[in-house]
């Protein structure tokens, strides 16, 4: 198998988790990025109100084909209960091209119930497996078996 993690983290705690997944199956990673600043009370509003509304947000060119790869696993923090807007922007520029998808999400730990299935929906396929890690877990370490789990998951191919 061979797959890439894609990720976007405003703060750096889905960028710890995908750099975990990414060790853990010894696979390529990239990390997207926002063109716009997302700094302060003002970006974290901003943020809050693009995911809610499902807009698009400008991102940085991606180096990595994603039709390359057999399994693409998406990362992205829970803003307003949905994906964040730079995965959202990633996905409609590249589902054409996916083969296999997992997903993982870091959250406060409320109101997840779109955003599974909405990353599914976008995607227009279901997952190979999917990991929930909330900021808490992931602050004081204790996420690292969840992601040994998923890894083993989505390498057997189950779903
Ligand atoms: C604008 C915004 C909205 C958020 N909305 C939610 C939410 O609806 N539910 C939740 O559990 N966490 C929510 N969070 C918390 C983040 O999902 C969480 O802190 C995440 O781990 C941050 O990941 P990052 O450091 O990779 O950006 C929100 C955070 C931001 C910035």
Excluded: H
Excluded at 54 to 72: C, F, H, Q, R, W
Excluded at 109 to 124: F, H, N, Q, S, V
Aim: aromatic share 10%.
């Amino acid at each position: 198998m061979k797959p890439l993690v894609v990720y976007y983290s405003r703060t750096g705690i889905t960028k710890k988790v995908a750099e975990s997944i990414s060790k853990e199956l010894g696979c390529d990673s990239e990390e997207i990025i926002s063109k716009r600043g997302r700094n302060g009370p003002f970006g974290f509003m901003y943020s809050g109100y693009e995911s809610y509304r499902k807009k698009l947000a400008e991102i940085g060119e991606t180096k990595n084909d994603p039709s390359a790869y057999d399994l693409v696993i998406i990362g992205t923090p829970i803003w307003a209960g949905r994906m964040s807007s730079p995965i959202r922007t990633y996905i409609t520029k590249n589902k054409d091209r996916f083969p296999k998808v997992a997903f993982f999400v870091t959250c406060g730990g409320m109101d997840l119930t779109k955003a599974m299935a909405e990353l599914e929906d976008l995607c227009g396929k279901k997952s190979a497996g999917t990991l929930t890690v909330t900021t808490e877990e992931v602050s004081k370490d204790k996420y690292l078996q969840s992601v040994k789990d998923f890894a083993a998951k989505i390498s057997k191919g189950e779903n």
